[in-house]
């Protein structure tokens, strides 16, 4: 069964990091593009975060960029958040998505792993 | 920084047919990207309902349907269940180059 799981989470106070896992499971993490979005508490999702299929490319929304880091590791068939520089408006349920092939949407996700940014 | 707009909420009886509309700019919707939408159920997972403006992945119900004109799209709903309570979002790509991929500010659905 096609599945994402997210690890991870937790609290974590301004400025500090937190890296964030996502395991796929019955497809591999080199065969399609994979995402992170994001959905802070009462509030609507955000995409953050792309890695092209064969790892060349790497885009980031405005809001991380410089501070997030998406990379992946084949061997493990994981994806990782590597989140530096937290902030309050961090604070989300961060979900890894995989892309749906020719399409730009997202046709599997995880359930998601909860970071609050709180001091 | 959601960049498509959607009502916040919309309501029917069972049976009844609801429509969620999404407006988005020049540089999503109507720069001809595609539209996508989501449902999501508390504690689960989001679910991919509708691809590529009017596509239904396998399992999603045929009493969901989408459209697009112009810089808007709509997600219908015939033949309301309880089920659908849920909430919805809109998805397209842009390429203002603040973000790739934009997602409307979401709709909650009621069934009364």
């Known amino acids: 069964q096609v599945q994402l799981v997210e690890s991870g989470g937790g609290v974590v106070q301004p400025g500090r990091s937190l890296r964030l896992s996502c395991a796929a499971s019955?497809?591999?993490?080199?065969?399609?593009?994979m995402h992170w979005v994001r959905q802070a508490p009462g509030k609507g999702l955000e995409w953050v975060a792309v890695?092209?299929?064969?790892?060349?490319?790497?885009y980031y929304a405005d809001s991380v960029k410089g501070r997030f880091t998406i990379s992946r590791d084949t061997s493990k068939n994981t994806l990782y958040l590597q989140m530096n520089s937290l902030r309050a408006e961090d604070t989300a349920v961060y979900h890894c998505?995989?892309?749906?092939?020719?399409?730009?949407?997202?046709?599997?996700w995880g359930q998601g792993t909860m970071v609050t940014v709180s001091s | 920084q959601s960049v498509l707009t959607q009502p916040p909420s919309v309501s029917g009886a069972p049976g009844q047919r609801v429509t969620i509309s999404c407006t988005g700019s020049s540089s999503n919707i109507g720069a001809g990207y595609d539209v996508h939408w989501y449902q999501l159920l508390p504690g689960t997972a989001p679910k991919l309902l509708i691809y590529g403006n009017s596509n239904r992945p396998s399992g999603v119900p045929d009493r969901f349907s989408g459209s697009k004109s112009g810089t808007s799209a709509s997600l219908a709903i015939t033949g309301l269940q309880p089920e659908d309570e849920a909430d919805y979002y809109c998805q397209s790509y842009d390429n203002s180059l603040s973000a790739l991929y934009v997602f409307g500010t979401g709709t909650k659905v009621t069934v009364l």
């Open positions: 998505a995989r892309g749906f092939s020719g399409y730009d949407c997202f046709d599997i």
């Open positions: 019955a497809f591999t993490l080199s065969s399609s593009s």
């Open positions: 890695m092209s299929y064969d790892g060349s490319n790497k």
